[in-house]
């Protein structure tokens, strides 16, 4: 999966993911995905 930006991608996950378990999945994901940024 390719990310651009720093919320494209993030949203693009959440909409793939709606049940409960891929909710926290995504919250990893976001927690990761904000630590990458922080690196730019």
């Known amino acids: 999966m390719h990310l651009k930006g720093k919320n ?3 949203e ?3 909409a793939m993911s709606r049940t409960s ?3 926290i999945l995504c919250e990893e994901y ?3 995905y904000a630590l990458l940024a922080t690196d730019d």
Request: glycine share 8%; charged share 25%; proline share 0%.
């Open 21 to 23: 378990e891929n909710i």
């Open 12 to 14: 693009a996950f959440e």
């Open 30 to 32: 976001a927690k990761a």
């Open 8 to 10: 494209q991608g993030i």
